[in-house]
């Protein structure tokens, strides 16, 4: 079996697994958030120009809704830019905790990119979104009988006016194909965002098939890094739900509050989710550090010539997993928890300042 160097690299890249979202990456090649940037602001400037020809800009502007959506345009690019790259230096900081050859470690790397960025996933999350979202602009705009109840109940809600009364009258359905091609651009990054998120916690579980080295210290070391994109990830999702919270909510109560702690919860579980996976590893470590100990001792106790490695190496097992503490067993800390508890208070932070703003 082959020994894994201690600053292992994985032998390939980024532009070794390319996807369509790679062109508007390519508009600033030395930085994603740039290229994110000028997207996002072009979606919102197109809506702009279309609605201009058809006569209503100023309807067009008082929309927070559209401004939101080129918002998490540019928010999902960014992420999914300086992720692709995070994503593989990650698994390359993990190869040294698997007592696998680098062959085995290599093809579940390659399988996980070619999951994460897939066209096919990314598609059918796409398509559901777009059929909420254009379900939804068309029922508000053309609320035909079956769905008024639905309407009716949701303006007891603290919901804001999401399309203004501006929206209706003339030229409504130019304003139904302007406002819904910019809903399903924006659904585009989103999707792949969404997708490779949950894909990637999903491909978490085939770590656990992988045999670990006994040294649980460099696990917890090494672990850190994939630990800390999660956390980012999860702050991702937070910035996200606090802005949909704005343009949503008109003021922040129970109801308000509950729909988007829950929304925002998906942060948490983005985090904790890996969390286990890496726990239920370092628990493997420790009992391969204590088999280990277990037949060094079989060993020196059947044997008359006694040897100072084994000796050592005895010692330095037992103490380490005699001296064990449940901190030990997990990868973050609480730094981390409470990074998360401020991010959830991101998420209703918006709508709360909305409520109180005169």
Same mark, same amino acid.
Request: with cysteine; aromatic share 12%.
């Given at each position: 079996?082959?020994?894994?160097?201690?600053?292992?690299?994985?032998?390939?890249?980024?532009?070794?697994?390319?996807?369509?979202?790679?062109?508007?990456?390519?508009?600033?090649?030395?930085?994603?958030?740039?290229?994110?940037?000028?997207?996002?602001?072009?979606?919102? +400037? /197109?809506?702009?120009?279309?609605? $201009?020809?058809? !006569?209503?800009?100023?309807? &067009?502007?008082?929309?927070? @809704? %559209?401004?939101?959506?080129?918002?998490?345009?540019?928010?999902?690019?960014?992420?999914?830019?300086?992720?692709?790259?995070?994503?593989?230096?990650?698994?390359?900081?993990?190869?040294?905790?698997?007592?696998?050859?680098?062959?085995?470690?290599?093809?579940?790397?390659?399988?996980?990119?070619?999951?994460?960025?897939?066209?096919?996933?990314?598609?059918?999350?796409?398509?559901?979104?777009?059929?909420?979202?254009?379900?939804?602009?068309?029922?508000?705009?053309?609320?035909?009988?079956?769905?008024?109840?639905?309407?009716?109940?949701?303006?007891?809600?603290?919901?804001?006016?999401?399309?203004?009364?501006?929206?209706?009258?003339?030229?409504?359905?130019?304003?139904?194909?302007?406002?819904?091609?910019? +809903? /399903?651009?924006?659904?585009?990054? $989103?999707?792949? !965002?969404?997708?490779?998120? &949950?894909?990637?916690?999903? @491909? %978490?579980?085939?770590?656990?098939?992988?045999?670990?080295?006994?040294?649980?210290?460099?696990?917890?070391?090494?672990?850190?890094?994939?630990?800390?994109?999660?956390?980012?990830?999860?702050?991702?999702?937070?910035?996200?739900?606090?802005?949909?919270?704005?343009?949503?909510?008109?003021?922040?109560?129970?109801?308000?509050?509950?729909?988007?702690?829950?929304?925002?919860?998906?942060?948490?579980?983005?985090?904790?989710?890996?969390?286990?996976?890496?726990?239920?590893?370092?628990?493997?470590?420790?009992?391969?550090?204590?088999?280990?100990?277990?037949?060094?001792?079989?060993?020196?106790?059947?044997?008359?010539?006694?040897?100072?490695?084994?000796?050592?190496?005895?010692?330095?097992?037992?103490?380490?997993?005699?001296?064990?503490?449940?901190?030990?067993?997990?990868?973050?800390?609480?730094?981390?928890?409470?990074?998360?508890? %401020?991010?959830?208070?991101?998420?209703?932070?918006?709508?709360?300042?909305?409520?109180?703003?005169?």
């Amino acid at each position: 079996m082959s020994k894994p160097p201690s600053d292992y690299e994985v032998p390939f890249g980024p532009e070794d697994f390319p996807f369509f979202l790679d062109h508007i990456y390519r508009l600033v090649p030395s930085s994603p958030l740039w290229s994110s940037l000028i997207v996002g602001l072009s979606v919102y +400037l /197109l809506g702009l120009l279309a609605s $201009l020809a058809a !006569g209503f800009p100023e309807v &067009f502007i008082d929309t927070p @809704l %559209l401004r939101h959506v080129a918002f998490s345009t540019f928010l999902a690019l960014a992420a999914i830019g300086y992720a692709k790259q995070e994503i593989i230096d990650s698994l390359g900081a993990m190869r040294p905790c698997f007592a696998v050859d680098d062959e085995v470690f290599v093809t579940y790397v390659r399988k996980c990119m070619l999951a994460l960025f897939s066209r096919r996933g990314p598609l059918v999350v796409w398509a559901a979104l777009s059929v909420v979202a254009v379900w939804g602009t068309t029922s508000a705009l053309y609320p035909y009988p079956l769905i008024r109840p639905i309407l009716s109940f949701l303006s007891t809600l603290p919901f804001n006016e999401i399309l203004g009364t501006g929206w209706f009258g003339e030229t409504r359905v130019v304003k139904v194909l302007v406002i819904d091609s910019i +809903l /399903l651009v924006g659904a585009v990054p $989103l999707s792949v !965002g969404l997708w490779g998120g &949950f894909k990637c916690v999903a @491909l %978490l579980a085939e770590l656990l098939a992988m045999p670990v080295i006994p040294m649980p210290g460099v696990l917890l070391a090494l672990l850190r890094r994939p630990t800390d994109l999660f956390l980012k990830v999860s702050f991702a999702w937070f910035l996200l739900t606090a802005s949909s919270g704005v343009v949503l909510f008109e003021r922040l109560d129970a109801i308000s509050g509950a729909i988007l702690l829950t929304i925002g919860s998906v942060g948490l579980v983005l985090f904790f989710l890996p969390q286990f996976a890496f726990h239920v590893l370092v628990i493997r470590s420790y009992h391969g550090l204590a088999h280990l100990a277990a037949c060094e001792y079989v060993r020196l106790a059947g044997s008359s010539a006694e040897s100072a490695r084994s000796i050592r190496l005895l010692e330095y097992c037992t103490e380490t997993s005699e001296n064990v503490k449940p901190k030990d067993l997990w990868v973050f800390d609480v730094s981390d928890v409470v990074l998360l508890f %401020l991010g959830q208070m991101v998420s209703v932070a918006g709508t709360l300042w909305a409520s109180v703003r005169p």
